[in-house]
């Protein structure tokens, strides 16, 4: 058997925490398993200021790699950790075996967040005076897991949605395998979203596998055994 390292990073809003019921799953099946948390929000929202921005955020991550010499790497980023995980290849990319979109993401050399969440004017994130975004409410089936959830969601600095990926060459040239995987029952959420185009251009693409899972927005929350299983395919993949 394969075994790889496996890191996830979260979304928006969330700290690592958001993959409280995944790492058991994959630690039970022998691996090594690293939830970094961004800086500014989540378990480091005690350290979040005007200047935390993407560029932050994907230093996290190129960080724990490299500090923990990890090579053929598992690299999933969830929602918005789909800007982090593109933004951290041309620092690691050499490392990643297999990369995983959750519901996230997936963004070319030099879209923002505030790029790829619609045309102007319509569901993207304004900038006021004030220098912190709030977090964008989320269903859950449970309401106790819901009340749970939004306890810990934090507001998040703007720059993170406003700077620009770099990304040196298209996904596609890169030598992993690239996955998406896409919640196909989130509510509100139409056919022409982000999250939605790229689970359309996944599903076109020689490149790319495509996996749906029939939940909401917050997988890992509500489908932990299906996150797991995926990730063990790949991780255990010769």
């Not at 790889?4 to 995944?22: D, E, N, Q, T």
């Not at 789909?82 to 979109?101: K, N, P, S």
């Not at 900038?127 to 998040?156: F, I, K, N």
């Amino acid at each position: 058997m394969v075994n790889r390292p496996i890191v996830l990073v979260h979304g928006a809003w969330g700290g690592s925490y958001g993959f409280r019921k995944v790492r058991p799953l994959l630690w039970g099946a022998g691996h090594e398993v690293f939830t970094p948390s961004l800086t500014g929000i989540g378990e480091r929202s005690h350290l979040t200021n005007p200047s935390v921005s993407l560029s932050t955020h994907v230093q996290d991550v190129v960080n724990t790699v490299l500090y923990e010499d990890l090579n053929n790497v598992v690299l999933l980023g969830f929602s918005y950790g789909g800007m982090v995980v593109t933004g951290a290849l041309d620092h690691i990319g050499d490392r990643v075996d297999h990369l995983v979109y959750l519901d996230a993401f997936v963004p070319g050399d030099g879209q923002s967040v505030n790029d790829l969440v619609g045309n102007p004017g319509r569901g993207r994130i304004h900038l006021g005076a004030d220098w912190l975004v709030p977090p964008r409410p989320r269903q859950m089936d449970d309401p106790d897991e819901m009340q749970w959830s939004d306890q810990r969601r934090t507001h998040q600095p703007a720059r993170t949605f406003t700077e620009p990926v770099g990304l040196s060459m298209p996904l596609e040239q890169w030598p992993f395998s690239l996955t998406y995987i896409k919640a196909t029952a989130d509510p509100g959420e139409d056919g022409g979203s982000a999250f939605w185009r790229a689970a359309a251009h996944a599903r076109a693409s020689k490149s790319w596998t495509l996996h749906e899972i029939a939940t909401h927005h917050l997988v890992p929350f509500t489908h932990p055994d299906d996150l797991a299983s995926i990730l063990l395919a790949l991780a255990e993949s010769s």
